[in-house]
């Protein structure tokens, strides 16, 4: 918390105290084919569910799944996987996890005409949702802090890059060679990924330190157990919530077992001995800082990538007539702009501070979902909102990492910014719901498609909850050195 003596306290010899152990190059893109690989991958099959259901004979409800189920395993397994990249060395878990998500893929490809078998493959590559957390964590152990913000910038906006083309993507190859296709295409990424870490990425000082003393003793199973179901249970909820009904047995079992999952949680990480979440350094302040600012900006930042090419999609006159692949494209602006803001935000990190760009990145999106808001199906505001939303991503989502560089330990990297990717998760849910009950009440009885005020009223939505985040930061404080576990 503000002012305790986790903050104060001086720390380890930082990486920028010693050579760099590598070329930022060499380090770098690595990472950014293993993030750009699962990013898409989030993605890519959202147009390809018509396509699996028609292949594997299934309900859109089993169909849900196929995205349901990757999406709870990631948000359960990322704070997971940095942690054992803590313990264990970040290196070797993020090939690990990564080969985890080339054996679902080539599950879901082999296996493609069993709505089952392609359920089982996405819960599995969900296992890679900590190749973001990791990749901050190397970088920020291998680079000087100057290489390492832009670096972690440029990883950042693969979110965006991998969200923005995934769509007009997945769609182009689902149609064209299936949707076995589609995962095909995600194994052979895989393996260039693999290869390249493997080849080009070495082991971090904390990493060699780690492998000295790994035990399995160490790991907080327990822990893991609750924050998977803690996590998982109201997930699961979230998504399925329209299927079942809010106030049915089903979806509010899942938010009870959830919340009291939570709460043991919090309970267990306070007494144990190595924690899998450890609570002091989620209460430094700039880490907290993250966390919210990143939940409250992602809430946004998601409604433009829900919302804009369903807007696209609907009729001439409510939207704009347009295909799924030409409906993707209207996100190509943000994924032009997040591309190149994410690593201008890290270069200037260093002479700018981290404050300028945490203002930087809500003002831009409010802005942005405000064009979106008022200008309708007009497609040169369609255009021109999703660029701002992408500046506002870029610099936003660069920063988060450097943050927790800043504050936590070497030792405590992988699992800080594993949360800090969970609440991301946490808010793309929540607000792909909200969008989705507010277009539900907005469509006449009758009719298929809702009326463009409830467009209007998403976007509005998505910029108040974004704004909010220019109430947290003020709380950031200088840059200091990290708190000792």
Known sequence: MPGTQHEQQPVLVRPEEHPPKARAGKVIIPLLAAGLTYATAQTTIVPALPEIQRATHSSPSAGAWVVTGFFVSSAALTVIAGRLGDLFGKRRVLLAILALFGVGAGLCTVLGDSITAVIAGRVIMGAAGGVFPLAYALIGDLLPRDRAAFGMGLISSMYGLGGAIGLPLGGLIADRFGHRGLFALTVVMTVVALAMVAALVPRSSSDAAAATTAD??????????????????????????????????????????????????????????????????????????ANAVAFLVTFGQSMSFLLVPQLAQLPKGTGLGADVLESGLYLLPASVTVLFTGPLTGALVPRLGVRFPLIVGPLTTVAGL?????????????????????????????????????????????????????????????SAQIAAAILVAATPTGTAYPTGGAFTTDFLVGAVIGALALVVVPAVTRRTAPAPA
């Open 370 to 430: 405000a064009v979106l808001a008022l200008g309708g199906p007009s497609p040169m505001l369609l255009l021109a909102g999703s660029a701002l939303v992408g500046i506002g991503g870029g610099a936003a989502f660069a920063v988060f990492p450097m943050l927790i560089e800043d504050a936590v330990t070497p030792d405590r990297r992988g699992a800080a910014n594993g949360v800090n990717t969970i609440m991301r998760h946490i808010s793309m849910a929540l």
């Open 216 to 289: 399995p003793a160490r790991i907080d199973w327990l822990g893991a157990i609750l924050l998977a179901v803690g996590l998982g249970t109201p997930l699961v909820g979230i998504s399925r919530g329209s299927a079942w009904g809010w106030t049915s047995v089903p979806t509010l079992a899942c938010w009870v077992v959830g919340v009291v999952s939570l709460v043991v949680l919090f309970l267990v990480e306070s007494r144990v001995r190595s924690p899998l979440i450890h609570l002091p350094t989620m209460g430094l302040r700039n880490v907290w800082v």
